[in-house]
């Protein structure tokens, strides 16, 4: 078990019919062997669980990977609000691994794919 680097770019959709590697995710994670994210580990390491948000030209958001009550998985960027929060899609059943599609519904409510394009040893 070790502390991944990943990194997922949009996906095709609408605006982006070609996907966009200008626009997404990178953060770091506990991983198992085969990709799926640890509660257990990131409870121990929570402090270093962080998330940058990229989006073009806008100015990158800067934020943690959260584990909620319940078992959901969020990109936090303020802990003393949870309207920026952007929680993942059934995060706790998708592999972490290249080439996977993950779902990230954004704070402006709407549900966008990710393509995980690497994922790296942080340890």
């Known amino acids: 078990m070790t502390l991944k680097h990943v990194r997922m770019d949009l996906a095709r959709d609408h605006e982006f019919p070609n996907g966009s590697r200008e626009h997404g995710y990178e953060f770091v994670a506990p991983l198992d062997d085969a990709g799926y994210l640890v509660a257990a580990e990131w409870r121990k390491k929570r402090d270093r669980c962080r998330v940058k948000r990229y989006w073009g030209r806008e100015q990158s958001q800067l934020g943690h990977l959260v584990h909620r009550p319940g078992g959901s ?3 936090d960027y303020d802990p003393e609000r949870s309207s920026d ?3 993942g899609f059934k995060l706790d059943k998708h592999r972490f691994i290249p080439g996977e599609y993950v779902s990230i519904k954004e ?4 549900l ?3 393509i995980v394009r690497t994922v790296a040893d942080l340890d």
């Open 73 to 75: 998985w969020a990109f």
């Open 85 to 87: 929060d952007e929680p």
């Open 107 to 110: 704070s402006d409510g709407i």
């Open 112 to 114: 966008r794919a990710f």
